[in-house]
């Protein structure tokens, strides 16, 4: 008995099938260089410069402020060999989402992801923007908290909130856009932060009028005076600051799918 003809319509319905359709995926345009200086400009952002009287509350010993940094970078270089390891083995967008789904399954990775939406970037993103206006406010004196918008219920509007709130918008707006822009925008902002930084360093070995004497507080050794338990206790407050700053490390993670 010979086999049936396939017919046209099966062969259409074959050829049709999820199973040879490619799978719609993000564009891969991020090189080397957009790469590293998206991790580098998530660490060297707004919180790096309003972190530092936050860790000097605490340690106002300059050796031990410094000394906090460095501790803090110890151990954020730990976290990030292992993110590094777990970005190699699973190269899609998503950073924590995409482990904690590997490992624990689609319940757990649901809640971590709205968690981070909806409270940890939310607050962090919003203390950035008020951060941020607060600079332009330095340079456009219109914009300032003292300039009150709204005020209802308690709830004070000024135009610095208003001014954060549109920075969060232009921002949303031109990474929404497309990676080509949002790439553009990010190398820009993080040459002109290094620019800035090596201005601030070279003007302070040109004309200032620093002294090693600046790092010996009057009357007050390495310790401040405090036990064990209080010192500490004095350190973890001030890395608490300290990995708030470095924390932008992960959001390479965050975009590996679109990373060549």
Request: aromatic share 12%; glycine share 12%.
């Amino acid at each position: 008995m010979e086999p049936l003809p396939v017919l046209p319509s099966d062969q259409a319905s074959r050829s049709t099938s999820p199973a040879s359709e490619s799978k719609p995926s993000l564009v891969r345009g991020l090189g080397l260089l957009d790469s590293v200086l998206l991790l580098v400009s998530g660490i060297i952002g707004s919180s790096i410069f309003l972190t530092a009287k936050d860790i000097a509350g605490p340690l106002p010993q300059p050796v031990l402020f410094l000394l906090v940094w460095i501790l803090g970078a110890l151990i954020s270089l730990c976290a990030c060999f292992a993110f590094a390891e777990l970005g190699s083995m699973f190269p899609d967008s998503g950073g924590q989402y995409i482990y904690l789904r590997e490992a624990y399954g689609d319940l757990i990775a649901f809640l971590y992801g709205w968690m981070l939406f909806s409270v940890a970037n939310g607050g962090t993103i919003a203390a950035l923007s008020v951060a941020s206006a607060a600079y332009v406010g330095q340079v456009f004196p219109v914009v300032s908290e003292a300039h009150v918008v709204v005020a209802f219920a308690g709830i004070v509007l000024t135009r610095a909130h208003l001014m954060g709130l549109l920075l969060i918008v232009v921002l949303t707006y031109v990474n929404v856009v497309g990676l080509r822009w949002g790439t553009l925008l990010q190398n820009v902002s993080t040459w002109t932060k290094f620019i800035a930084m090596a201005a601030f360093v070279v003007l302070g070995f040109a004309i200032g009028k620093g002294h090693w004497s600046n790092f010996h507080s009057q009357g007050v050794g390495l310790s401040m005076g405090l036990g064990p338990t209080q010192l500490i206790s004095a350190l973890g407050i001030g890395l608490i600051a300290v990995f708030f700053a470095y924390d932008g490390w992960v959001y390479i993670t965050w975009v590996a799918g679109e990373v060549k």
